[in-house]
């Protein structure tokens, strides 16, 4: 069995290898440090050892740190996709048209999801699930960024909720409009149809959030085609009058659609879309910051499982 050296000797040598001293002068500081001889070829194996050690200490600790690095890139990396849902979701218009024809039980907006469940709404925002972001949280489990989430989807499950709610208002007000077909009759109930509803909601709502009063534009537009009686805004169909009944039409379509607007349904659709749009912002502001960060600190199960 080969003999071992010293390995308080042989850090000594390395020492003085490094410092530029010869295999002779090595020995020398050798013999008069320790009174015992060495022969040279010891020294230039265990140098030649030690040297190889250290290169490879290197090269692993250049592949940790380069490890280390790429995961992070990757796991920030998950945050452009969760931004550009958010930033749709906060650009995006609720759709109204699928409420009038059956209860929504499931609501798109922008780049994010709502599904009912009972009397409540839960919303999901798109990509916040995936695989990265979760071990990113685990990274960071109390950033700011993980709170700002959290109440961006409770405000958008509170305006989903007022939305739908001010939809349902106005369907029925809008269902009840009756329009007397003849003067000498008794008046009739005129429905308006489900695409007519989904233009007047989606009007009035816009017109609430933007803190108008009234929707005069939208009442101004309505227009009553003479051959068919046919009630249009734009290409959308509304219902079918009489001529001479547009003038009445308008008038029920506007008091029922202000009382709507100046109830508290109404003021719930502005309120909650103020606090839906502040807390998109704030989301958006925390997450571009937290894209910037350029080390992760703790450890995630990736790190753990490959050792990082």
Request: charged share 30%.
């Amino acid at each position: 069995m080969p003999r071992t050296t010293d390995p308080t000797f042989v850090r000594r040598w390395a020492k003085l290898a490094v410092q530029e001293k010869t295999i002779a002068e090595i020995r020398k500081d050798h013999r008069e440090r320790t009174g015992d001889p060495v022969d040279p070829r010891t020294i230039e194996r265990a140098l030649e050892r030690t040297q190889a050690e250290i290169a490879e200490r290197t090269a692993t600790a250049a592949e940790l740190q380069r490890g280390i690095r790429v995961h992070g890139e990757q796991l920030l990396a998950s945050i452009d996709p969760l931004m550009k849902a958010v930033r749709s979701a906060i650009s995006g218009q609720l759709n109204p048209r699928p409420m009038y024809a059956i209860d929504a039980t499931v609501v798109t907006v922008g780049g994010a999801v709502g599904a009912k469940s009972g009397d409540l709404w839960q919303v999901q925002i798109k990509d916040e699930k995936a695989i990265e972001l979760r071990l990113l949280q685990q990274h960071l489990p109390y950033d700011k960024a993980w709170q700002r989430l959290e109440k961006f989807s409770k405000s958008t499950a509170n305006w989903v909720t007022a939305r739908i709610s001010f939809a349902s208002e106005i369907k029925l007000k809008l269902t009840r409009v009756a329009i007397s077909r003849d003067a000498s009759g008794p008046a009739t109930e005129a429905t308006l149809e489900q695409a007519g509803l989904a233009v007047i909601d989606a009007g009035a709502s816009v017109a609430r959030i933007n803190g108008k009063r009234g929707i005069d534009d939208l009442l101004e537009s309505l227009v009553i085609d003479p051959k068919s009686g046919d009630v249009r805004v734009g290409s959308t169909k509304l219902s079918s009058l009489e001529e001479g009944e547009l003038g009445n039409f308008r008038t029920a379509i506007s008091k029922g659609v202000k009382a709507v607007m100046k109830s508290d349904v109404g003021r719930d659709v502005m309120t909650t879309r103020t606090a839906f749009d502040r807390a998109g912002s704030n989301l958006v502001d925390e997450l571009a910051t937290l894209r910037l960060a350029t080390y992760l600190p703790g450890r995630c199960k990736s790190c753990k499982r490959f050792r990082l």
